[in-house]
């Protein structure tokens, strides 16, 4: 089974953190500006700085694991979840 942890938390804080999508630090205007849809250079690089600060914290330091497949090992299992009859969801966070 492969390990999806690390591709969902990626795909995730990237499509929270975009800039102008929900929030924009800094924005034009204020400090923070929400739902504008707009962007500039200032804005990616504090979302980029954001996004590595997340993804060091989920990847390496909580450690999230997502293992999609028919084949599971209960040992270390925190959160189960049934998609279909023959396939589970698996998600491991261990510290």
Known sequence: MADW???FVAVVLFVVLSP????????????AEFGTLHTSGASIL??????????SIFLLAVRVHM???????LSDLVFLSGICSNTWLVIIISY
Not at 20 to 31: A, E, H, S, T
């Open 46 to 55: 504090v979302h980029s700085l954001i996004y590595f600060a997340l993804i």
């Open 5 to 7: 942890g690390p591709v």
């Open 20 to 31: 102008g999508l929900l929030v924009q630090i800094p924005g034009k205007n204020r400090m």
């Open 67 to 73: 293992y999609i497949g028919s084949l599971i090992d």
